[in-house]
């Protein structure tokens, strides 16, 4: 386990799990979208592809996303290890909501100097409605990777509740220290 994906749905928890593990493990941790989203008004990283590539050819690294479609075959090229997240609506949206919501009155910066905004809400790709469209289709196109040849050397590790994630790391441990 040095090359990881945590991958799921918005507002299941990947970029907390990522950050924890990686300071389990010892391994860098990169946030997908502080590499996607890097300048005012959202905008994008047109080195995307570069930086992912240059990322992942280290020896270890730990990655909050399933991949943006211009990255997502290197990063699960890459990867020895995916685990995800599958946690049902009735889990994630309240988690996004009260994120979002935090985000919206606070202020808080998020990627690339952005910030969430009241009109936001009113986006399609806002996280809120984002997480509810995306649910079902991002699960298939999870499922559908797993099943894919090219990644069946990959471990997997599949948590369908938050409290069996919680507890699985409670237990991980660097590779050295076993």
Same mark, same amino acid.
């Given at each position: 386990m040095?090359?990881?994906?945590?991958?799921?749905?918005?507002g299941?928890g990947k970029?907390?799990l990522a950050r924890?593990?990686?300071?389990?493990?010892?391994?860098?941790?990169?946030?997908?979208?502080?590499?996607?989203?890097?300048?005012?008004?959202?905008?994008t990283n047109g080195n995307?592809?570069?930086?992912v590539s240059r990322?992942?050819?280290?020896?270890g690294?730990?990655i909050d996303?399933?991949?943006? !479609?211009?990255?997502?075959?290197?990063?699960?090229?890459?990867?020895? #290890?995916?685990? &995800? $997240?599958?946690?049902?609506?009735?889990?994630?949206?309240?988690?996004?909501?009260r994120?979002s919501?935090g985000?919206?009155?606070?202020?808080?910066?998020?990627?690339?100097?952005?910030r969430e905004?009241?009109?936001?809400w009113?986006?399609?790709?806002?996280p809120a409605?984002?997480?509810?469209?995306?649910h079902?289709?991002?699960?298939?196109?999870?499922?559908?990777?797993l099943?894919?040849p090219?990644?069946? !050397?990959?471990?997997?590790?599949?948590?369908?509740?938050?409290?069996d #994630?919680?507890? &699985? $790391?409670?237990?991980?441990t660097?590779?050295?220290?076993?």
């Open positions: 040095e090359r990881i994906l945590v991958v799921g749905v918005t299941a970029s907390t924890a593990l990686s300071g389990r493990l010892g391994l860098p941790y990169h946030e997908m979208d502080a590499l996607y989203y890097n300048g005012p008004q959202w905008a995307l592809a570069a930086d990322l992942t050819a280290g020896q690294w730990i996303s399933l991949g943006y !479609p211009e990255v997502r075959d290197l990063m699960w090229d890459r990867a020895d #290890t995916v685990i &995800w $997240l599958d946690y049902p609506r009735h889990v994630i949206m309240p988690r996004v909501l994120r919501l985000r919206t009155v606070t202020r808080e910066v998020v990627f690339g100097g952005n905004t009241w009109t936001g009113l986006h399609r790709d806002h409605w984002w997480a509810w469209a995306q079902a289709p991002r699960t298939r196109e999870i499922e559908r990777r099943h894919d090219r990644f069946a !050397p990959l471990h997997t590790l599949r948590f369908r509740r938050p409290q #994630t919680t507890a &699985w $790391l409670a237990v991980v660097p590779a050295g220290s076993r």
